[in-house]
């Protein structure tokens, strides 16, 4: 609701609020949009949420959330949006990424799956979905600045990751162009761009600089704690 009364005046957003993570609410989304709007013609997937912690110390509901939202959903949803994609007039589909899609990183477990699984659907769906006209394009993206770290699952914010963000308006307006040129995938800013470089040639280097932090900041599993003290 806030962010629609922000919108400029003259150009009202149609919102509709409620828990991607539950069917019947995913199904009135979609058809309410295609309802209101006449159609669908572009869905942007960005739903997502973090947990951080070992994940041997996690919890199952916390890695089942975390999927659930972060994957499970948004494919679904998108599932949902498809009979009316077909239709609509040069339609595509975002999927919202992350770098750690690429390539993981320690303590950070449930959402590295969930985004590694999201990359892999987009790349299954964009060939899938060539006959219909639809494109499909993953924006691989690194931090943003946004309520992430506010709304985290389990954890807190570890200090590696204390980086000033990217804007968020400069994410949007490299998706938008990437969404124009047709690109498959967008990563925005050089920071994504050089751990998307790191992750596909030298991934052993992101290892050994996560190893070095957890070391140097003692974000060890509790266990492991527990038989070091022991």
Known sequence: MELAAETAEGSPIEYLAGD??????????????????????LVISAAGAGAIGSFRDATPATFAHVIDLDFIAQAEFVRACLPWLTQGRDPA????GSILGLHPLPLHGEYSAAKAALRSLAATLRLELTGDGIDVCIATLGPVAS??????????????????????DRAADAIVNGLERRRAEVIPGWRA??????????????????????????????????????
């Open 20 to 41: 991607l993570c539950d069917e019947s609410f995913r199904l009135v989304l979609a058809t309410t949009a295609a309802e209101r709007l006449g159609g669908i013609d």
């Open 93 to 96: 589909i975002v999927f919202v």
């Open 147 to 168: 309520e992430f770290w506010n709304s985290l699952v389990a954890g807190q914010r570890p200090p590696w990751s204390q980086g000033k963000p990217m804007a968020a």
């Open 193 to 230: 761009q050089t751990y998307a470089f790191l992750a596909r040639y030298l991934p052993g280097l992101i290892d050994r600089f996560a190893a070095r932090h957890l070391k140097a900041t003692g974000n060890r599993s509790s266990s492991d704690r527990q038989r070091t003290e022991g």
